[in-house]
């Protein structure tokens, strides 16, 4: 059975604190990706991930980084968070495809970020 | 940039067929029609993929017309397990490690006895 796990459920941060959010998944996936998911907006793409220290910007990059230095572990960051971040963050893992397409992407629980 | 539009919510009872539609006017060619179903203080859950026609899997089916600027997915004989928000999701990742995937805003569908 597929798991992505992430480090917390819920996490309280202040305006301006580095926040780092952990995600491990267990199914030797290729791709990951981190997600936010706000009411009446559905789940945006962050960044993604097709393999170890590569990276894609998705759709709302802007105020987040991220690393991956080990193919199971995809980690986000908040530079310097703000009270817009305050969001559910989801992340997910998925095989990449050799030529174009969409292998099914497993989430996680998510992280419910509170900036104040 | 295909933009995805599914309605709020839907209500119905158990053992009725639901129908969810979503539209996507600028879908691209390469983009496949992805739906997934999450449950409250869970991640989202694959239900079922397509790119043309009807694809059906052992709890849905999907229907995609000729154009592609809409995708339907119809559950049989829902139950109050059912309940849950489901989302379309439309893009592609290519070998080249691009992509861009947009997900709807959600439909709730609430199922009543």
């Known amino acids: 059975d597929v798991k992505v796990t992430q480090s917390s459920r819920y996490l309280v941060k202040r305006t301006g604190e580095k926040v780092f959010l952990e995600c491990v998944q267990d199914m030797d996936h290729e791709n990951m990706f981190w997600y936010r998911q706000d009411p009446g907006l559905g789940l945006r793409l962050i960044y993604f991930s097709y393999d170890v220290k590569m990276k894609e910007k998705g759709d709302i990059p802007e105020g987040y980084s991220v690393s991956r230095e080990k193919k199971e572990r995809f980690s986000l960051i908040l530079e310097s968070a703000s009270t817009n971040q305050t969001s559910m963050y989801l992340c997910a893992s998925s095989f990449r495809r050799m030529d174009q397409g969409l292998y099914e992407q497993y989430f996680g629980p998510g992280t419910r970020l509170t900036v104040t | ?113």
């Open chain 2, 1 to 113: 940039l295909a933009k995805t539009t599914q309605p709020i919510s839907m209500d119905s009872y158990e053992g009725q067929e639901v129908n969810i539609t979503c539209s996507h006017n600028n879908i691209a060619t390469n983009d496949y029609i992805t739906w997934y179903q999450q449950f409250p203080s869970q991640g989202p859950r694959f239900i079922i993929q397509g790119y043309k026609t009807k694809v059906t899997n052992e709890v849905a089916s999907l229907f995609i017309p000729a154009d592609r600027k809409s995708s339907t997915l119809s559950l049989p004989r829902v139950s109050l397990s059912d309940t849950a928000v489901y989302y379309c999701l439309v893009g592609v990742l290519y070998s080249g490690n691009t992509g861009k995937l947009i997900f709807g805003q959600g439909t709730t569908l609430q199922v009543k006895p």
